[in-house]
Nanobody
Framework: QVQLVESGGQLVQAGGSLRLSCAASGGTFYKYGVGWFRQAPGKEREFVARITRSAGRTYYADSVKGRFTISRDDAKNTVYLQMNSLKPEDTAVYSC?????????????WGQGTQVTVSS
């Protein structure tokens, strides 16, 4: 079992930056791929970015490509989402999720989320 806890969300002005953290415990973290997702009020949850286990390949939604960077530090059991050039439309609850991608494509473990609010 993996437990995930997000942190770093806050109110920021448009054009600003934030770094979100997803801290894991209770599992062998290096085995897991990790993704960031977001959900704005009245909208469905959407994929933001993900990073694979081992080689740490990264993938991004088109809406954040070039502005957001996902990275991982397996020694600290933590995945980060560096968010630059933030826009009001980035406002959402951001959640991280994990999966043992050698076993399943389902995101089986989720954190509780952290609120990011970007003011114009």
């Amino acid at each position: 079992q993996v437990q995930l806890v997000e942190s770093g969300g806050q109110l920021v002005q448009a054009g600003g930056s934030l770094r979100l953290s997803c801290a894991a415990s209770g599992g062998t973290f290096y085995k897991y791929g990790v993704g960031w997702f977001r959900q704005a009020p009245g909208k469905e949850r959407e994929f933001v970015a993900r990073i694979t286990r081992s080689a740490g390949r990264t993938y991004y939604a088109d809406s954040v490509k070039g502005r957001f960077t996902i990275s991982r530090d397996d020694a600290k059991n933590t995945v980060y989402l560096q968010m630059n050039s933030l826009k009001p439309e980035d406002t959402a609850v951001y959640s991280c999720a994990a999966r043992d991608e050698w076993v399943t494509s389902d995101w089986g473990y989720w954190g509780q989320g952290t609120q990011v609010t970007v003011s114009s």
